[in-house]
């Protein structure tokens, strides 16, 4: 039988020890660049989600004069009940107009933040806020100015107006619950 040479021997127990220590060094390597690329995810998710919540609240901080105006113009209180089918006083409607408009360039200026931060079903639903509160808007301007030019409104006022106030909560309530939907998946 022949015999190995213990030097080449040493030699290539020296080899395997070599290469098993690269192979230890390079896996090591991999898992540490892994494990930092996942924490950076995480870390951007917490952010994003915290600037997210921040353009969230302000949103609905600009929406928040809105809840005056439908106090005052929609659920006004009337002592005879045909009193309620007509609009209130013009001084009260213009008013209600000009908080409005505060209102929806408040609304416009927040809403594209929205844009930014995403994600785009709030975007969409915070568009939809601002364009309700709009048309309501434009609703009561059309009734102050038929009221300064002296026509009567017709009984369909009040319908009109239900509607366009319906339309402005059922789209707050909608970005509302979006907005909630993001905010409660994990990132």
């Given at each position: 039988?022949?015999?190995?040479?213990?030097?080449?021997?040493?030699?290539?127990?020296?080899?395997?020890?070599?290469?098993?220590?690269?192979?230890?060094?390079?896996l090591t390597y991999a898992a540490t660049r892994?494990?930092?690329?996942?924490?950076?995810?995480?870390?951007?998710?917490?952010?994003?989600?915290?600037?997210?919540?921040?353009?969230?609240?302000?949103?609905?901080?600009?929406?928040?004069?809105?809840?005056?105006?439908?106090?005052?113009?929609?659920?006004?209180?009337?002592?005879?009940a045909s009193a309620r089918d007509a609009p209130?006083?013009?001084?009260?409607?213009?008013?209600?107009?000009e908080e409005l408009g505060t209102a929806v360039?408040?609304?416009?200026?927040?809403?594209?933040?929205?844009?930014?931060?995403?994600?785009?079903?709030?975007?969409?639903?915070?568009?939809?806020?601002?364009?309700?509160?709009?048309?309501?808007?434009?609703?009561?301007?059309?009734?102050?100015?038929?009221?300064?030019?002296?026509?009567?409104?017709?009984?369909?006022?009040?319908?009109?107006?239900?509607?366009?106030?319906?339309?402005?909560?059922?789209?707050?309530?909608?970005?509302?619950?979006?907005?909630?939907?993001?905010?409660?998946?994990?990132?």
């Amino acid at each position: 039988m022949d015999r190995v040479d213990p030097g080449w021997a040493a030699l290539a127990g020296a080899g395997v020890g070599v290469v098993g220590t690269l192979c230890t060094s390079v896996l090591t390597y991999a898992a540490t660049r892994r494990q930092a690329r996942d924490q950076g995810t995480v870390d951007h998710g917490r952010a994003l989600r915290s600037e997210r919540r921040e353009a969230y609240l302000l949103f609905m901080a600009a929406a928040e004069p809105v809840d005056g105006v439908l106090h005052r113009v929609a659920h006004q209180d009337a002592e005879v009940a045909s009193a309620r089918d007509a609009p209130p006083p013009a001084a009260v409607l213009s008013a209600a107009v000009e908080e409005l408009g505060t209102a929806v360039d408040a609304l416009y200026k927040a809403q594209a933040r929205l844009d930014l931060m995403g994600p785009e079903s709030v975007a969409a639903q915070a568009v939809n806020v601002w364009s309700d509160v709009r048309s309501l808007r434009t609703y009561l301007e059309r009734t102050l100015r038929g009221m300064r030019e002296g026509e009567v409104p017709d009984g369909g006022y009040r319908t009109g107006l239900e509607d366009a106030v319906d339309a402005v909560e059922l789209s707050r309530e909608k970005f509302a619950r979006c907005a909630r939907r993001v905010m409660e998946t994990p990132p």
